[in-house]
């Protein structure tokens, strides 16, 4: 799957995608941007309005509270 275009993928397959590669492919934050070419803006922004961030102590995107 092409995760260069973040914009064009559903937010919450997008969230489960993101949390999957971060936890068998890459061990930061930064190595997935890098590795499938993401805009870190659109990924940032689209999970935020799900309600989730980035945790960099688990290296996954957690829900948090508003």
């Known amino acids: 799957m092409d995760l260069s ?4 993928i559903d937010s919450v397959i997008l969230l489960g995608i993101v949390n999957e590669k971060l936890r068998l492919e890459c061990d ?5 941007i890098s590795m499938y070419e993401m805009d870190i803006e659109d990924l940032i922004g689209k ?3 799900l309600g989730y961030q980035y945790d960099p102590l688990t ?3 957690k829900a ?3």
């Not at 275009?5 to 064009?8: L, T």
């Not at 930061?28 to 997935?32: D, P, Q, R, V």
């Open 5 to 8: 275009n973040v914009k064009s």
């Open 28 to 32: 930061s934050f930064n190595e997935l």
């Open 47 to 49: 999970l935020d309005v």
């Open 59 to 61: 290296n996954q995107f």
């Open 64 to 66: 948090y509270s508003r």
